[in-house]
């Protein structure tokens, strides 16, 4: 598995977006795409931000799902209990 940051990396490239541009499709301040994508990311991403990403992206929410970093869980995935 992958990070958010990884993931981002890579979605970004795949289809040829720069930072600036997703910053400026998304609304999302360029230095705070900035912060997400650093060697040194400590930052996560808010679910309102996740899902402006995704839709400057054109792409589920479910790319990100997968991401070690990130809690997402679908709605049928119960926690096991204790």
């Known amino acids: 598995m992958a990070t958010f940051r990884e993931t981002l990396r890579t979605l970004l490239v795949q289809k040829d977006i720069s930072l600036a541009d997703l910053a400026s499709r998304s ?3 360029y230095q705070t795409l900035k912060g997400f ?3 040194t990311a400590a930052r996560k991403p808010s679910v309102p931000v996740l ?3 995704s839709k400057s992206l054109e792409i589920s929410l479910d790319q990100f799902r997968d991401c070690d970093d990130l809690q997402m869980k679908k709605p049928d995935e119960k926690e096991e209990a204790e």
């Open 37 to 39: 994508t650093s060697k």
């Open 51 to 53: 899902i402006a990403i």
């Open 27 to 29: 609304g999302i301040a």
